[in-house]
């Protein structure tokens, strides 16, 4: 061993760098454990201080150092740690294929892994043996790539044995949206009578008419209808036949396989007591899960807005997709439909209450945006006359607060009856309230704001169903008549309208656990009258009056940073005066 030798400097360093100031600092070598990984992957194809030989089923032997294998692999540290091979040179594994132990044992040494058709299913079931968990995800990634629907199946079978989590998911994402090509494929008639009933009674299943749930149910029992057939009950609970139309359920009749259960015929009388009720009555709330339409679609809210023209027709509405910012025609209305109050019930059914030109300010319409050709169709007129009222949905009723009959302003309040399909009186605000704002909370209706005589509100004031009474809370910051109300995570945001003899852009949110206002981020524009949507989580604001000029961008509000953002709208002379967030339409792209 050659004698190191030290050389004494004719200076200390030490006291020269002390007169300067030098910080210490703290430098990384990027290339240092690459480099010590490529000269171990050396060292061990040249069996340098190999201390471990692993032997696989094929007899082929495979090489490494213990202590790189025990750093990478929980595994591998469990077997040199506790159990008779600590001390062992030799050790034989009889659950892996050598080639996938050889590929997994080169990854270890060099971060490295090919991955092909032919080798991923070992791969990943070697993987979660020896617990090296990025091999485990990027074979399911690789899998996740190849689904088509003669394997998605088989894959998602494989990875629930598995226990690959994102790969289940995404297979069964697959199979729900490409349902009738997967039904198609011989591997469907093997699925579990269990594994067909979560499939068919999924909302998010991607069939353009049920009738193909019942095609492929049928299929599914007489590929074995001897074993098959007691299924077929339960099979048939979650095909939603009240949504087919008559002429198709009297084909469905015609099957034989039916007439072997009275619960089937069940399933039949309930969906031809459906038909025959929505042909009577427009608006007909589902009281069970197979008379709802499946919902399939990846962003699957939009809003429908409502605009006003100068050219005829006065009226019209779009279908506004804020993911994508597409716009499309919407089913169109014969009225103008100025000062009307607008609601939705389950996001489904969208009423359209009142207003000044419209043939009676009592009429109201409904659109069912889930109908296969949605179109306004006439409801129960209310019992009183309104203009510039306030409209909230609470418990699938829809309740009209306040406004003006004519030259006099209204405190008194109605609610549309579900179950009589009519309008009743309810007890009235304490005070009259037109051009209100009105939000539903905590099972609560407010009435926010408004104009009253020849005064402009800032009193609030609540609804409780149960009591059949209204109760004042604290009032706002400034009043305000004409102001957006938005509900967002248990939070009432009162936006915008007009008080004081001015326009607002100005923003209070209520918090109901404390019954006090603050003030948050002031909007971009002044907006009177604007509507308001809550959609994945934000706040739209569009619309509305600024001195008689038309607003032709939308406002984003985003809680978690109480910013706004503006996304521009191509309107020409037009004014978005409302809009309610609602199930994307079957026919929207």
């Keep these: 061993m050659d004698t190191i030798q030290t050389l004494t400097c004719e200076y200390n360093l030490k006291e020269v760098l002390k007169s300067n100031e030098c910080e210490p600092t703290n430098f990384r070598n990027d290339s240092h454990s690459v480099r010590i990984l490529e000269d171990l992957q050396y060292l061990r194809k040249k069996e340098v201080l190999c201390d471990i030989r692993f032997k696989a089923d094929d007899g082929k032997i495979v090489i490494g150092h213990k202590i790189v294998l025990i750093a990478a692999s929980p595994y591998f540290r469990a077997m040199f740690s506790n159990f008779d091979e600590s001390n062992k040179n030799l050790v034989t594994i009889r659950e892996l294929d050598s080639t996938i132990l050889q590929l997994l044992i080169d990854y270890i040494y060099t971060g490295e892994i090919m991955i092909t058709k032919e080798n991923v299913q070992g791969l990943l079931q070697a993987a979660n043996i020896l617990q090296l968990y990025f091999v485990k995800s990027v074979c399911a990634e690789f899998l996740q790539k190849q689904l088509d629907p003669s394997n998605c199946i088989d894959i998602k079978t494989f990875a629930d044995l598995h226990d690959c989590t994102e790969l289940f998911s995404s297979s069964e994402a697959y199979i729900k949206q490409n349902f009738l090509e997967v039904a198609k494929d011989e591997h469907f008639l093997s ?275 149960t009591l059949d009474t209204w109760t004042p809370v604290a009032n706002m910051f400034e009043c305000r008549q004409g102001a957006g109300v938005g509900v967002l995570d248990n939070l009432m945001y009162v936006i915008g309208g007009y008080g004081d003899g001015k326009y607002l852009k100005s923003v209070e949110v209520y918090r109901p656990s404390d019954g006090v206002w603050s003030s948050i981020s002031d909007m971009n524009l002044c907006r009177f009258l604007p509507g308001v949507a809550v959609l994945d989580g934000l706040l739209y604001v569009f619309g509305g009056e600024k001195e008689s000029s038309v607003l032709d961008a939308v406002e984003i509000y985003n809680p978690n940073t109480n910013t706004w953002s503006m996304d521009k709208l191509s309107i020409i002379g037009d004014n978005i005066y409302g809009g309610v967030v609602v199930d994307r339409p079957h026919h929207y792209h």
Excluded at 205 to 220: G, M, N
Excluded at 316 to 345: C, F, H, M, Q
């Design 191 to 465: 699925l579990s009578s269990e594994d067909l009933v979560k499939l068919i009674s999924s909302s998010d299943l991607a069939v353009p008419f049920e009738e193909k749930v019942f095609e492929c149910v049928i299929k599914w029992v007489k590929h074995d209808s001897d074993h098959r057939i007691d299924f077929l009950p339960k099979l048939m609970e979650h095909v939603r036949l009240p949504l087919l139309k008559p002429d198709i359920l009297f084909n469905i009749y015609e099957e034989p396989l039916l007439n072997t259960s009275l619960k089937c015929n069940n399933y039949l009388v309930e969906a031809l007591r459906f038909n025959h009720q929505k042909s009577v009555q427009h608006f007909t709330i589902p009281q069970s899960i197979r008379c709802t339409p499946r919902r399939f679609d990846g962003f699957q809210k939009v809003i429908l807005m409502f605009n006003l023209s100068l050219e005829s027709p006065k009226c019209y509405t779009e279908w506004y997709d804020p993911a994508t910012k597409l716009r499309e025609k919407a089913p169109g209305l014969n009225d103008d439909l100025v000062s009307a109050g607008l609601g939705v019930i389950r996001d489904k059914f969208v009423f359209v209450v009142g207003g000044v030109n419209r043939s009676s300010s009592k009429s109201v319409s409904i659109l069912d945006v889930s109908s296969q050709t949605p179109s306004w169709v006439p409801m129960a007129d209310m019992i009183v006359k309104r203009q510039r009222m306030g409209v909230g949905v609470l418990d699938d009723c829809i309740y009209a607060v306040g406004g003006v009959d004519g030259n006099i302003s209204l405190s008194s309040v109605e609610v549309f009856d579900v179950s009589t399909q009519k309008w009743r009186m309810v007890s009235s605000m304490t005070i009259e309230r037109n051009r209100l704002g009105v939000g539903v909370l905590n099972n609560r209706l407010y009435a926010v704001g408004g104009w009253s005589g020849d005064t402009h509100l800032r009193s609030v004031e609540y609804y409780d169903p």
